[in-house]
């Protein structure tokens, strides 16, 4: 049934459009960043506003993903394990930032911290600036990957076997003990899934961060926004390059996050 | 009684887990709520008036004409991309099949601004197919046919990734007895098959348009940087704010991401409604 020939029709034209769609642009790019040889794509990368860019975006994803690691963990925990007043409008809200589109993110975060703001004007009084400056791309990512951690970390947490922690409470350990020693390590890779994924696509987060980083090269300039204005500047092979070293690395997140999966099912 | 409890309340404001419910709520709300209530009061601020007049604007109108003519192509083609090839993937056994998988998770790991710069080298008019294209008189970037594209592409795996699941889980079985009991290949897909991985692929379409309807940097790529250039909603909410204008970006805002959430919570609580629905009646 397999080969028959309405099957054979619908694998080639899937496969077909599968291939003009995703294979072919980024081949493309991929060949194009390349062409110019291996010292021109080392040079685009070394260019100082391409490096700093690139180290911008890695940094923030960083602070974000170890905020995230810890918040998230605490906020499925608190949604399996224990009941209060609005759990299940707080629930249902989680995925908030799923629906958002990435630039209406980013005026929410301008119109509550926005220089304009109330909020904005009393930071600002003390010095803390938030939009247009580091902190804000921070923010940004945090609101964008707000769900991934405490979707992996969830399912988990309640399928759990209570059993085990009884157990651990009964021969004597304390609550942190047992989450430390018992809880934690089950835990422990549905944690590094939700950090994984909300790192890749923190890497490659643009409308939002645009809207609240406020551009300035060597200070707020992100990858995406550096790879942005060099095509607008005419520049398409630094642009190129830039993309293909935040492609790799979320490609390479991916792929490992797969492999380490499949290597714990097996 | 009341001073029990009192003391049974006041217990339970100091356990330990409090201070954790306590911390995590008010996170989620600084992170998620208040930003989201901002956005609200200041698109309200000066009223419904100013908040109509914004959104009534022929400029805003246009672009929500165009955000929901791209939303609606790019929905049919990959909703029958993802069925075909969800099919293709849990029913057929071919060299590839494994890589084939990979491939369509792709479009997640690739920045929307990388997505539309693949495009630009691709279909632009230096482009390995577009200098073609455009001597047979197609221009496919900066203009909206390289917008669909765009669209197409950011929302590639949704319906894959969420039919794929549910097929595999549904099995053959039942099909194969349609088939013997006579039913043709359309008629088991009809009735058989589809009605049972409806919600996987219900969940799909809805993400996928939703995604459609706020896809931003692969459209500004694509649409190139043309003053008074063909608007999505999105790009709208862009330009108005960058040429100060942010009446309308704030109102067209809260109509976009307001019309994303309905429809993701209410394909969650339609699905609720049916499913508890049907159990009542099979009893």
Redesign the interface.
Known sequence: MANSPPALILRTSTLAYLGVMVVLPLTALTTQAFEPGLARFGQAVTDPFAWHALKLTFATALVMVAINAVMGTATAWVLVRYDFPGKSIMNALIDLPFAVPTVVTGLMLVALYGPSSTLGTILGRHGWGIIYEQPGIVLALLFVTYPFVIRSVQPVLLEIDRGEEEAAATLGARPWTIFRRVTFPTLYPSILTGTALAFSRALGEFGSVVMVAGNRPLETKTGPMYVFGEIESGNRHGAMVVSAVLLASSLGILVTLNLIQRGRKV | MSSVGGKRLRSSIFR??SL??G???L??AA??????L??A??ALEGGFRPFWNAILSSDARRAFALTIGITALATVVNTL?GL??A??LV????WGRAL?D?????????????????????YGPN??LGSSLASLGWRVVYSWPGMV?AT??VT?PFVVREVVPVLREFGIDQEEVARTLGAG?WRTFWQVTLPSIRWGLAYGVTLTV?RS?????AL??VSG?ILGRTQTA?LY??DT?EGFEPEG??AA?VV??GI??V???GM?QLRKYVEVRESGQSE
């Open positions: 330990p887990q954790l419910i911390v995590v709520v996170w989620f992170l998620i709520l208040v930003p989201t901002a956005l009061n200041k991309f075909a090839f099919m293709v029913r057929q056994r071919f084939a990979g491939i369509v998770d792709l479009p997640f790991a690739v920045s929307p601004i990388i997505a539309g710069l693949m495009l630009v080298i691709v482009g390995w594209l197409l592409f590639l290949r939703a309807l706020g896809e931003f940097g500004l790529v940087n999105t909410i862009h704010i970006a704030y805002s976009l991401a994303s959430f429809l993701l919570i969650e």
